[in-house]
């Protein structure tokens, strides 16, 4: 077996060779010679090792080399391809954070291109001709959306690297060495890894949990407060509803007490919608502007969930507030670079023209049941076969992201089938297509949601799904 193994060994071509082979000019042409290489190294250590395990014998190996131009090219696609890519989101969950919460408006991705070209004024003052500081490029439309709650200059806001960041600093600047009071049925983990407890030790402030999980008072919160109290913090429920028998002191309650006893009130609102999502069917979430319109000192929420901006995290409050945050070195660490700066300013100045339909979230909110049911029976039309069983039915498309946990949006629902392939293996099948379409499984049908899939893609899920048939 080891002497048989050897003779195959033998029979491999080296790199050289292989990168001589006229089959593979233009290959090398094309990527250079160090990456067609590379492939054929690639390649030839897996025949090696398909030798060496018994894989490939005498009778297998000259199959497998004639293949060998095919496997370098395939090898040489793959190591040059971007491991980063665009998929098609057919889950219906608006903000997919494994999916990479909200995709950009147009205006976005030209400012971040025009930015990123060249040289900009990031810290530079261009009339003054001296330099200054990178919150000012959206400062201005901050300032202008709040302003309907509040004078000009008594809020600011500041933006970190994502609204962990945001509460890290936060709670840093405004509680460390102190106490910060939070109601024990908020301590929230968010997407598996955000958990007020963790981020609160990191930031040295000391957590004081009060009351139960499905009831606290104010008087709770009230009995707590000492003199090493820095805080009163409420945490949205942002992925999770409790109901039945529960209590939570309204935000008032909470501003009145921290008004008395002298302490800033905190709310780690985690989505923030910068309009009154009522009017795009979403109930019961609250606004930055609700918060801040009912006397919360601090809120801190994600430019990449309701808001659907780059990922970022946004601290809007008190001016006096804001401004110790600044100052803090940690602010220096988590803060943002021009291309966040540029897709945020392109998506605040949509909302300063209440251009909503621009931001691609609010866009895809506002569907209606109506026009997603016209496209998903265009796309069972079209992608008919004897194969697949196409239905449409009823559903429902999440926000997600952590947002308005208990809201959901009816739509239509393409539903498919195939006789000869499990509902798993027909999803896993969708999302080896180009781009891979990532798809619901439920009760042995893949569900495709075409609230979160751009009308432009459409063809491509009729594409992927006719090519089930073959
Ligand atoms: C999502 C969320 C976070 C974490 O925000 P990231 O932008 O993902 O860092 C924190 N708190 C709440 C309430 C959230 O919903």
Partial sequence: MKNAAKELFRE??????????????????????????????????????????????????????????????????????????????????????????APLSESGLKHIAETARQYSNLEFEVDAGQRGKRDVHVARLFRKLLSEVAKPGELSTIVVNNNAAAVLLALNTLAEGGEVIVSRGELVEIGGSFRIPDVMGKSGAILWEVGTTNRTRISDYDKAVNERTRLLLRVHRSNFEISGFTEQPSISELRDLAQRRGLPLMEDLGSGALVDLAAFGIRGEP????????????????????LGGPQSGLISGRTELVTRMRSNSLFRALRVDKLTYAALEATLLAYAKQDYDSVPVLKMMCLTKNEISQRAERVAQQA??????????????????????????????????????????????????????????????????????????????????AAIRS
């Fill in 12 to 101: 491999l071509p080296s790199v050289d060779e292989i990168s001589r082979m006229p089959e593979l000019s233009g290959l090398a042409a094309e990527h250079g010679t160090v990456a067609l290489a590379d492939a054929a190294r690639g390649v030839l250590s897996r025949l090696r090792n398909e030798i060496a395990s018994g894989l490939l014998d005498s009778k297998t190996l000259p199959v497998a080399l004639e293949g060998l131009v095919e496997a370098i090219e395939q090898e040489l696609r793959q190591a040059l391809a971007y491991s980063l890519r665009g998929v098609i989101n057919a889950t219906g969950v608006v903000l997919h954070t494994n999916l990479g919460r």
């Fill in 287 to 306: 606004s930055v502007f609700d918060s801040l319109r009912a006397g919360v000192d601090i809120v801190t929420y994600s430019g990449d969930k309701l």
């Fill in 384 to 465: 008919q076969s004897a194969t697949l069983k196409i239905e449409l039915v009823d559903g429902e498309s999440v926000i997600g992201g952590g947002a308005a946990p208990s809201c959901v949006l009816p739509t239509r629902l393409l539903a498919v089938s195939c006789g000869r392939l499990s509902a798993d293996a027909l999803a896993a099948h969708l999302r080896r297509s180009d781009p891979p379409i990532i798809a619901r499984v439920e009760e042995g049908r893949v569900l495709l949601d075409l609230r979160t899939v751009f009308a432009e893609q459409d063809p491509s899920i009729v594409a992927a799904l």
